[in-house]
């Protein structure tokens, strides 16, 4: 598996705003099938269960948010806030993903830098992740674009080179892939379900308008935590002490998205980024001519790594 990542990350980045209306239509594959996500999160990263915990543990859960669904039919859904919202067994179905505040980047060769909705975990000067080296990178992002391969389906890599040129997928062979969590096993793994469907009341309207709260994030992460594979009860223990984490969570990460939700539209200057981000604790990044030895722009990954 060959891909050029050097100056994209197309799948760190909702890019839709760079292109025209009729471009943006041919990169919705998130709003097609049978299931629309409720928000508007292009390329949300779903977590399984233990990095979930993990993040949690190292004080990052201010780095998640959760994405619900629209029902496909009546049957499968249950009614929160007016809206028929996916459920499994009555249980409202979510995933936990990294939050994308927005960021001035540049990617694919542009000059000037359009503030997009960019992964917390994006490094906007270099456009290389900052967990890549880290335990907690997580799997959906090392087996990007594997997996879309594996399940015969377009990849970021291609509609990037459908919209701005040159190769990105150097290679389809999708190989051995992990984590290729679907069906019945990924409930309690990667899709997790809300026991309370009433205390969600509020919460489904405010997913809808990207308006949740750090109390209305902290609950799902909190579920997701005490979710256990291939089951849907959740340990009230455990969904206790998660919580509480949750809610006392104050990372660098959580600070620079706030920061760049307030500064969101401001003329960025070269520093922008290492003020909001590196200041705060925000691991570096090497930038592309470590990586690639001044040689070679073959690269693996979402970020990049040979
Ligand atoms: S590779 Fe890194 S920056 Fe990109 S989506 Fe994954 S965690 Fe975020
Ligand atoms: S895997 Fe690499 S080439 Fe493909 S969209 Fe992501 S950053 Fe771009």
């Given at each position: 598996?060959?891909?050029?990542?050097?100056?994209?990350?197309?799948?760190?980045?909702?890019?839709?705003?760079?292109?025209?209306?009729?471009?943006?239509?041919?990169?919705?594959?998130?709003?097609?099938?049978?299931?629309?996500?409720?928000?508007?999160?292009?390329?949300?990263?779903?977590?399984?269960?233990?990095?979930?915990?993990?993040?949690?543990?190292?004080?990052?859960?201010?780095?998640?948010?959760?994405?619900?669904?629209?029902?496909?039919?009546?049957?499968?859904?249950?009614?929160?806030?007016?809206?028929?919202?996916?459920?499994?067994?009555?249980?409202?179905?979510?995933?936990?993903?990294?939050?994308?505040?927005?960021?001035?980047?540049?990617?694919?060769d542009l000059e000037t830098a359009t503030w997009l909705p960019t992964c917390v975990f994006l490094d906007p000067t270099t456009l290389q992740c900052r967990i890549h080296d880290?335990?907690?990178?997580?799997?959906?992002?090392?087996?990007?674009?594997?997996?879309?391969?594996?399940?015969?389906?377009?990849?970021?890599?291609?509609?990037?080179?459908?919209?701005?040129?040159?190769?990105?997928?150097?290679?389809?062979?999708?190989?051995?892939?992990?984590?290729?969590?679907?069906?019945?096993?990924?409930?309690?793994?990667?899709?997790?379900?809300?026991?309370?469907?009433?205390?969600?009341?509020?919460?489904?309207?405010?997913?809808?308008?990207?308006?949740?709260?750090?109390?209305?994030?902290?609950?799902?992460?909190?579920?997701?935590?005490?979710?256990?594979?291939?089951?849907?009860?959740?340990?009230?223990?455990?969904?206790e002490d998660a919580k509480t984490r949750a809610l006392e969570a104050d990372s660098w990460a959580g600070r620079a998205i706030d920061e760049w939700n307030r500064l969101e539209?401001?003329?960025?200057?070269?520093?922008?980024?290492?003020?909001?981000?590196?200041?705060?604790?925000?691991?570096?990044?090497?930038?592309?001519?470590?990586?690639?030895?001044?040689?070679?722009?073959?690269?693996?990954?979402?970020?990049?790594?040979?």
């Amino acid at each position: 598996m060959e891909v050029d990542c050097a100056g994209c990350a197309g799948c760190c980045i909702d890019w839709r705003p760079l292109l025209d209306v009729a471009g943006r239509a041919q990169v919705e594959h998130e709003r097609h099938g049978p299931r629309e996500p409720l928000d508007e999160t292009y390329n949300l990263v779903p977590l399984e269960r233990d990095e979930v915990r993990s993040f949690l543990e190292s004080g990052l859960a201010d780095a998640l948010t959760p994405r619900l669904w629209k029902a496909a039919d009546d049957a499968e859904g249950v009614v929160i806030d007016g809206r028929e919202v996916a459920a499994v067994a009555g249980r409202p179905a979510f995933f936990v993903g990294l939050r994308k505040p927005p960021k001035p980047v540049a990617p694919f060769d542009l000059e000037t830098a359009t503030w997009l909705p960019t992964c917390v975990f994006l490094d906007p000067t270099t456009l290389q992740c900052r967990i890549h080296d880290d335990d907690r990178y997580p799997a959906e992002c090392g087996e990007y674009p594997a997996h879309n391969l594996a399940l015969e389906q377009e990849t970021e890599c291609e509609r990037v080179e459908g919209a701005f040129g040159g190769e990105r997928l150097l290679d389809d062979d999708p190989g051995e892939t992990d984590g290729l969590l679907l069906g019945q096993q990924a409930i309690g793994g990667k899709v997790f379900v809300h026991p309370r469907p009433d205390d969600l009341e509020g919460v489904v309207e405010r997913a809808v308008r990207g308006e949740l709260t750090t109390e209305d994030r902290a609950e799902f992460v909190a579920v997701a935590a005490a979710s256990s594979p291939g089951t849907l009860a959740i340990s009230e223990p455990h969904y206790e002490d998660a919580k509480t984490r949750a809610l006392e969570a104050d990372s660098w990460a959580g600070r620079a998205i706030d920061e760049w939700n307030r500064l969101e539209g401001e003329n960025p200057d070269a520093t922008l980024a290492d003020r909001i981000e590196d200041a705060r604790g925000a691991p570096g990044t090497p930038g592309w001519d470590a990586l690639e030895g001044g040689s070679s722009e073959t690269t693996r990954g979402r970020d990049g790594s040979l």
